[in-house]
């Protein structure tokens, strides 16, 4: 049997998971403060006069406030001078208030009212009648559409990507370490879930323990990313519309994570349930080689496109693909992580962009082999002076996935 797999229960490792929301405290309002100042820059140096952040994490980024997104406009103009300008439905108003860590007004707008007129007279009450406003890209088209209908034809409206992008791609100290904590906290679940492994156990039963766990563990809410496949529906990247059951000898593949202080977790681990054959020690052996090669090929001013170039070279050279082909690795081999699970820079072919120290992504080739099984090994890197570091230890083997046999 593989190394830490099976041989407890559900109950018994959840009661064993501790809380470790406060080994690293949330990002303090002066960091807030400072990304403020930096986006502030490159509006200037870009000649763009405002930037618009909808509900989504670029506000809660240069804010501090998480809020989310529906149909009603909420979010806050960021101007290159003067206040901050928060834009809400007057219902929430208060609300808003009671959650700023960063002052400027807040402006109402009734549920019969406009609220891109009022986008347009809060330009215009900060003197810009005109130039460049940056719209989140997390923003739906029709907030843009809306604004330029509603008096904003005076306006050229772009993309934040050259601003909130660019800064939300390099990392902090203090980023840094809450990724390495959430990396780390669910690594520690990962082992907990393998554990519970038993014949004939559900993937939904892993799932629910899964996310009850990322729960106990201290992180915002469950587990929202949460893939747990066996045997042949392991092949398919996200997994299968159905459930599974185990039985011996299957490839189990969990793919999960969960946000600390609103920093995302993002770790996959495959394994055998039983004794690996030959077979499925030999593909896990090539992906274990994949990662390694792509984590190799990481280094200050590398084009973010080389990693996978590194990594799909190994797949191809065992003999599968080529290129996105399967039997073979279907997928970009990483993304990068931080607020949100998936967000630049991309570890894709073609992906010029430079990496730079700070930035952070997954390192997570697949050999998919549909109607037998799909491996992938996924942990985060970021880059260093002189190369990169990883948050989380790469497996071992396929005989001791959790590094559990030090003898």
Same mark, same amino acid.
């Given at each position: 049997? &593989? ?7 559900? =109950?018994?490792? %959840? ?9 690293? @405290? ?11 100042? =930096? ?13 618009? %952040? ?29 206040? +901050? ?10 609300? #808003?208030?009671?959650?700023?860590? #960063? @002052? ?23 003197? +810009? ?11 739906? /088209?029709?907030? *843009? ?16 990507? *050259? ?12 980023? %840094?370490?809450?990724?390495? $904590? ?24 892993? $799932? ?8 106990? *563990? ?10 747990? %496949? /066996?045997?042949?529906?392991? =092949? ?17 593949? #969990? ?17 055998? /349930? ?36 590194? *990594? ?9 693909? @080529? ?39 997954? +390192?997570?080739? &697949? ?26 230890? @790469? ?13």
């Amino acid at each position: 049997m &593989t190394v830490g797999v099976g041989g407890s229960d559900a =109950a018994t490792e %959840l009661a064993a998971i501790v809380n470790e929301r406060e080994a690293v @405290p949330p990002i303090p309002v002066e960091e807030h403060e400072r990304r403020i100042a =930096a986006a502030r820059a490159l509006m200037e140096e870009r000649q763009v006069e405002a930037l618009w %952040l909808d509900g989504s994490t670029n506000l809660a980024y240069f804010t501090g406030v998480s809020h989310g997104q529906s149909e009603r406009m909420v979010g806050a103009i960021l101007p290159k001078r003067g206040e +901050i300008t928060w834009i809400c439905p007057e219902f929430e108003a208060e609300r #808003i208030r009671a959650m700023q860590t #960063i @002052p400027g007004p807040v402006r109402g707008w009734e549920e019969d009212e406009s609220p891109y007129s009022l986008f347009v007279d809060v330009l215009r009450e900060l003197q +810009i009648g005109s130039g460049t406003i940056a719209i989140d890209d997390h923003a739906r /088209f029709f907030i *843009a559409d809306e604004i330029r209908s509603a008096g904003g034809e005076d306006y050229r409206f772009v993309r934040s990507a *050259a601003i909130a992008s660019h800064l939300r791609s390099r990392k902090s100290e203090h980023e %840094l370490a809450l990724i390495r $904590q959430a990396m780390r906290m669910t690594v520690k679940i990962h082992a907990a879930a393998a554990r519970i492994l038993r014949e004939g156990i559900a993937t939904t039963e892993v $799932q629910s323990f899964i996310d009850a766990a990322h729960r106990k *563990a201290g992180f915002d809410g469950g587990c929202p990313f949460n893939i747990v %496949l /066996f045997g042949a529906a392991s =092949a398919y990247p996200h997994g299968v519309p159905y459930a599974q059951t185990l039985k011996p000898g299957d490839v189990v593949l #969990i793919d999960c994570g969960a946000a600390l202080h609103g920093y995302r977790s993002d770790i996959t681990r495959s394994y055998v /349930f039983g004794t690996p054959t030959d077979r499925q020690r030999f593909l896990w052996d090539t992906v274990k080689a994949s990662q390694a090669a792509g984590f190799a090929a990481a280094r200050p001013g590398v084009a973010c496109g080389a990693l996978d170039d590194a *990594a799909r070279a190994v797949i191809v050279a065992a003999g599968f693909g @080529p290129g996105y082909k399967v039997p073979g690795l279907p997928h970009r081999v990483g993304h990068g992580v931080g607020m949100d699970g998936h967000e630049e820079p991309y570890f894709v072919k073609g992906n010029a962009q430079p990496l730079e120290i700070g930035m952070c992504g997954s +390192i997570e080739p &697949t050999l998919a082999v549909y109607g037998e099984c799909g491996i992938r090994l996924e942990d985060h890197i970021h880059v260093t002076e002189t190369g990169a570091a990883w948050f989380t230890t @790469p497996c071992r083997s396929v005989d001791d996935p959790f590094d559990l046999d030090r003898g």
